[in-house]
């Protein structure tokens, strides 16, 4: 199954998938939502997933069919690379993350590879999880202070926003700090945007 919001990507993807013998194309959508539903419909023995997408991400989309096909296997195919999409797709269960400009051979062989139940990723990509495994989880208000932050908000503005006291957003940013290693509101920033922490829209 593809899922993939661009339909001139996804029509190539599955003529490529289709020219394998042994491969076939059972369902694709572009949209998030729907991916849960034609899962349920297909159920497909790999499923070909994207990070952003309409309405629901694929991290969300993953955790959500894993959840209730708990032997469901995915691949991530995206063109995101950093550190953070890594991270939190492979721990939304995914089997395998590759780019889209992986080769033909590397795409097939690791659809294989999957379908026969094994995890697998290129070199470089388990080197970028392994280091973002090494460095702590930020929790979920150190994520809201670093978006703010990140979007040049000062304490004062970052505490009204998030009905808390300046003290509070002081201790969060101390928290933040240490766990980026950066000694900095600036570092930090550029470290949340290069590691995909925080995402500019």
């Given amino acids: 199954m ?23 194309v059972v369902a694709e959508t572009g949209n ?37 096909y708990p032997d469901a296997r995915v691949i991530v195919l995206t063109t995101f690379d950093t550190d953070e999409d890594i991270y939190r797709a492979m721990q939304s269960g995914a089997k395998s993350f590759l780019l889209k400009d992986t080769s033909e051979e590397e795409l097939s062989a690791t659809i294989r590879a999957v379908h026969a139940g094994q995890q697998t990723l290129p070199p470089k990509v388990a080197e970028r999880l392994a280091a973002r495994e090494e ?10 202070v670093l ?48 590691f995909g922490i925080v995402h500019l829209d």
Avoid: Y
């Avoid at 159920?43 to 069919?65: C, F, K, S, Y």
């Fill in 147 to 194: 978006q703010l932050l990140t979007k040049g908000r000062s304490n004062k503005e970052i505490a009204s926003a998030l009905t808390v006291s300046e003290d509070t957003v002081k201790a969060h940013i101390k928290h933040v700090f240490t766990k980026l290693d950066v000694q900095d509101r600036t570092e930090a920033a550029i470290t949340a945007i290069r």
């Fill in 32 to 68: 998030g939502s729907e991916a849960l539903d034609l899962f349920r419909r297909t159920r497909p023995d790999v499923v070909l997933m994207d990070l952003r997408l309409p309405q629901m991400g694929g991290v969300e989309i993953t955790m959500a069919i894993r959840k209730d």
């Fill in 2 to 24: 593809l899922v993939d919001d661009h339909p001139a990507f996804r029509k190539g993807m599955a003529a490529l998938i289709e020219s394998e013998t042994d491969l076939r």
């Fill in 135 to 144: 460095r702590a989880d930020l929790s979920e208000r150190e994520l809201q």
